[in-house]
């Protein structure tokens, strides 16, 4: 079977209202929705962004995961975003400075 995808992005979104750690206090959906157009203005073929409910890694949100191969970022700017799309999902280099 043909690969669909070769990147799929998860970005935790998940809010809580108890005061607990969590991604979505940090601009997750914005900065999803954010990585997500730029997917889209760039033209990249095969790569999924998604939104992703709890990933169980709070405290050191917001997190992201790319599939297959499964690296965990950590990203904060528009500009983190960027440098990951860029070099992973464009040459397939992973951003060590931004891995968790």
């Known amino acids: ?35 997500k157009q730029r997917v889209k203005e760039l033209k990249i073929k095969k790569v999924r962004v998604n939104n992703a409910g709890c990933l169980n890694r709070c405290k050191l949100g917001p997190m992201l995961v790319i599939y297959p191969e499964g690296t965990w970022y950590h990203y904060e700017t528009e500009a983190d975003i960027d440098e990951i799309i860029e070099s992973h999902l464009l040459n397939d280099t992973i951003v060590e400075r931004l891995v968790k």
């Open 1 to 35: 079977m043909a690969q669909i995808y070769k990147y799929h992005l998860f970005f935790c979104t998940h809010q809580r209202d108890d005061g607990s750690a969590n991604c979505g206090e940090h601009g997750s959906q914005s900065l999803r929705d954010y990585a």
